[in-house]
Every structure is written in structure tokens, then in C-alpha cells.
């Protein structure tokens, strides 16, 4: 690698352009997220700056620590069934023969190049009242039912004089369900990449040596692949506490985000500065967890996120 | 967030050994792949990622507002989406802003991509981690931070089109470009830098030896980030949602205001389109990256 000193003028060529974009549009738009945090609203659109800390003491209000709450445990939840998923298709696709991992990550990648909106939509057509899942419980209902009529015991109505239709939207499950289909890929793909460079001579040692397959997951596989589990944790943790578009669309008015509060602020209730607290709270939740993840992976650079 | 993820996962060829302890049809205690239940859980995993896509590409065409029950083929829906004028004048400002976003988000982020793959220079580590801020702040916070950032300043409104979309525009250059370096420094990982001095020593300039032996190496990194870029800034809802005014409504958008009120054939039909643009791209970026167009 070449030192900047020894050709100033390419180096200033190529950092300009891309370092003034990320400063300007960038940098200083969060700057100014961050400084309008410590405002006070002063008028209907006017925030005089006085730092004062209000926004933070306000956020901690039983209302909005509520929210917060329960951002971070449906998250852990989502995060959880993201993992518990993804753990058997990772380790499936690497041990796959070789001409078949292509195409199964790519089956796996897709979904997330998909437009998020209409991802989030396609679930509202599957979960709601007439959706395909009432269908599908409906007509079983309605054929076992008829079983039941025909050896004659209709009249006991053991399951339901009617079939009553699952309310499966705007509620919490919805919400969990919509942030695990969502961001399932980005727990897989750190998963597998870990796996995969997994020497699987070490399985074998521990097969050999007598353990069973679920020790040596236990006490082999898993350990192992820690880097993996905490780096996909991570990649869904952060994106599901900030989800916005979710919450919104398959939860209801209390199967709210911290991204709806957020949302709420900067449009209906007119209230930036307290927005921006909000918006910087969830900034250092993020952080926290990058530095948490820097600090068990150990990783050097930055960009290979 | 999945470009530089695609990027690293290297695909290598395992040859796992067939195992003395041989059980049930030959499956070895390593061939967690033949396993029946495993094969059988990933597949369901499967039809439940994808059967909400596909079932919703599939009813576009059905013949029935309801959109619960088959009711016939029919391509309707496809030309009353076309025709609704709000719809059609989204899909373009989307499609606008996408193109204006991908060439200047491709050629600032190859010029990252550049910098960082030839330099050493101090505090290089800090500025590669603010580089990647824009991939991991979390997309609602970089959404207000533009709708505070382009009020305060008080970037001009309504102006003609195309320029009242360069908000917007400005918005997804600033998250796109930064994966856009990421992948064509992935690219760029490979490259012989004996190739770059021997083209120097021999005699050629700055800008000789970046166009003839550089670039031609770079190319498929681009394409793959262009089209990236371009996939990004289409799909957009969040941040753009945060700067886009009442006459700048990009499709993302628009989708999400027709769906509040409810589920029509006609959100379907344009979605369908949607997803068949982006997944076209996708593949050609795959293409573009995969390993064995990598010496082209």
C-alpha cells in the first residue's frame, strides 16, 4: 500500500468527492439531529437551542419507557427465532454438495433485495381476518367438522359451533412474526459464513472419540461458531429495534416501536427536539452493540460489516 | 447491508470425506444435508419466505377485487395500475431518482473504493468506520436526520421536476455510495499490484494506468455496485418517506399510502413489477460478482 505523501494529488482526487458527501449530507445532518435533541420547542415551528437535557428526562417518562421496553423484548424475541432458524439452514447450506450452495444462499439472499415495503405487505394478505391463513384453518375446520358429522358427534360442537377466524394482525405477533421473515437473512449469511470455515475435522474428532451429535454440537459446533451467532444477532438486533415500517403496518395502535414514536414526533405531534432525543437514544444503542461486537470479534477494520 | 455480506461469503468446496461409520442409505454422520428432517425444515423455511411473495405476484392476476379466492386470469389490474396517474408518476420519480443516484453513488464510492484500497494515511481505521456509518445507523435516524437537515437549511421547495427530487436524490447517494465502496473494494482485494507499477515504470501516466489497467480489472466491482445502488435507492421506504414532500412521491411511498387504507389487486400489479425490476438486477449482479467472471 502506498503512502498518501507519495502522490498528494491523486489522494486528494479520490477522498474529496466521497468524504464532502458524507460530511455534508451525512455527518452534519445528524450533527444537527444531535444538537436539535438539546432544544426547546419555542413555537410552532421555531426550537431555540438551550441545552437542556428535558428531551433525555422525558424519554424516561413510564410512557415512552414503556415503549422502549418493549422495542428491545420483541427485538430479543424476533432475534431469538431469527437464530433459532437460520441456525439449521446455515449449517444445512455448508454442508450441502458444493454445486448446491450457490443457488440455496442466493434462495436465501433474495428475499432481502425484495422491496421492504412490499415484503411487509405480502404478510398483511397471509395474516389478516380473510387472509390465507383463515382460509387455510377455515376450510380444515369446515372438512373436520364434516368428519365429525359424519361418525355423529356434530351436535356436541367440540370444535366450535363456527369456525372463529385467528386474529393474527395488529398485535405483537404480527410484529415478531414480520421483523423474523424480514431480516431472517441477515442472521443465515454471518451464520454460514462462520460454519463453513468450521474445520469439520473437529466434528469428526469429537464424533469419533464417542460423543453423540448433540454433544458435539453443544460442546463443538456451537462454541465455535459464536463469532457467527454474535455477528447475526447484531445484524438483526439493530434493524429490528429501529424497525419502523413494521410496527406500522402489522401492529396495531399498541403494537408500537420506538421507530412509530420516532415517526410521531417529526410528523403529527410536531415535537423535533424530542424526536431527535429518541432518534440519538436509539443511536447509542446501536453503537453500543457495534463496540459490543468489535470487542468479542476483535475485528480491525471497519467496512467489513 | 447485503452487498458486503454476499461479497465475503466465499463459496468453497467442502469435500467432506464419505465416513467409515456408514447408517440409513449411506448418510454420513457429517451429511447433515441428507437428513430427512433437516431437508424437510429448511424446505418449510423456504415455502414461508417465499409463499407470501409469490402468492401476492399470483393473485395480481386474479380476476376478483377480493383477492382471496382464484377467480380467473386477467391482466386488468396491470392496466388500471398503469393508467392511475399517481401511481405511474411515482414509479417514475423513483425510477429518476434511481438513476440519478446510482451514476454519482457508483462513481464516488469506486473512488473510495479507490483511496482505500491504494493508500495508507492516518486515521485511516476511523475514517473506514465512519464510512461504513451509513450502513449501520439504523435507517429511521438517518431519516430524520435528512428531514431536519435539508428543513433547517431550507433547501428549496417545488421546484420543476426533475429538480424538486434532488433531495431525495442527495439522500439515497449518501446511503448507497458507501456500499457501493464496499463492494468494489471487495473487488479490488484481488488485484495485483505489480500490474499497477509495471504499467507506471513502463511509462504511462496517472490517468493512463487507471484506464487501461485498473478499470478493466475494477469493471465487474462497478457493475455489481451500480446495480446494487440502483436496487437500493428503487426499494428505499424509510428514509425517503422522511424527505419526500407531498408532490415528490417516490413508489415505495405511494405503495405505502394506497396500502394504510387497504389490500387492492392494483398494489399488487405495480408491486409484482417492482420486484420483478429488482430481482432482474439482483441477478446481473450476482453475475457480475460471481467468482468465475472474476478474471474478465
Known sequence: MENWKNNKAVFWVLSVPGTAWLVVFFLIPLSLVWILSFGEKSGIIDIVITWTSENYVRASEQVYLEVIWKSVWVSVLATFFCLVIAYPIAFVISFAPSKWKPLLLLAVILPFWINLLIRTYALIAVFRTRGYVNFTLEWIWEKLNAILGFVGLAEYELIGARFEPLSMLYNNFAVIAGIVYVFMPFMVLPLYANIEKLDKSYLEASLDLGASQSRTFWSVVFPLTMPGIISGIILVFIPALGSFLIPDLLGGTNAQMIGNVIERQFKSANDWPFGSALSFLLMYVTFGALALRALLAGRKSGMEV | ?296
Request: with cysteine.
Open chain 2, 1 to 296: 447491508m447485503a452487498a458486503d455480506m454476499t461479497a465475503n461469503v466465499s463459496i468453497e468446496t467442502p469435500g467432506k470425506p464419505q465416513r467409515r461409520k456408514r447408517r440409513r442409505r449411506d448418510i454420513g454422520p457429517l451429511d447433515y444435508g441428507k437428513r430427512l428432517w433437516m431437508r424437510m425444515f429448511v424446505g418449510a423455511i423456504f415455502v414461508l419466505l417465499y409463499a407470501p411473495i409469490l402468492t401476492l405476484m399470483i393473485f395480481s392476476f386474479n380476476d376478483s377485487k377480493r383477492n382471496v379466492v382464484w377467480k380467473g386470469f386477467t391482466f386488468k389490474y396491470y392496466i388500471k395500475a398503469w393508467n392511475n396517474d399517481g401511481l405511474f408518476e411515482a414509479f417514475m420519480n423513483s425510477i429518476t431518482i434511481a438513476f440519478f443516484s446510482t451514476i454519482i453513488s457508483t462513481i464516488l464510492g469506486a473512488m473510495i473504493a479507490l483511496l482505500l484500497w491504494r493508500f495508507r494515511f492516518p486515521g485511516k481505521a476511523a475514517y473506514e468506520g465512519a464510512m461504513a456509518l451509513p450502513i449501520v445507523v439504523p435507517e429511521i435516524c438517518m431519516g430524520v436526520a435528512m428531514l431536519v437537515f435539508f428543513a433547517r437549511i431550507g433547501w428549496p421547495s417545488g421546484m420543476p421536476w426533475p429538480f424538486n427530487l434532488s433531495a431525495i436524490t442527495i439522500a439515497h447517494i449518501a446511503f448507497s455510495f458507501p456500499f457501493v465502496a464496499v463492494v468494489v473494494r471487495a473487488r479490488m482485494a484481488g488485484f495485483n499490484r505489480e500490474l499497477e507499477e509495471a504499467s507506471k515504470d513502463l511509462g504511462a501516466s496517472e490517468w493512463q494506468t487507471f484506464w487501461n489497467v485498473v478499470l478493466p480489472y475494477m469493471r465487474p466491482g462497478v457493475v455489481a455496485g451500480a446495480l446494487l445502488a440502483f436496487t437500493l435507492s428503487l426499494d428505499d421506504f424509510v428514509i425517503t418517506f422522511f424527505t419526500s414532500g407531498p408532490d415528490t412521491v417516490t413508489f415505495p411511498v405511494k405503495v405505502y399510502s394506497m396500502v394504510r387504507f387497504s389490500v387492492t389487486p392494483e398494489v399488487n400489479a405495480a408491486s409484482t413489477v417492482l420486484v420483478v425490476i429488482t430481482v432482474i438486477a439482483t441477478f446481473l449482479a450476482m453475475r457480475f460478482q460471481s467468482p468465475s467472471r472474476a478474471d474478465g
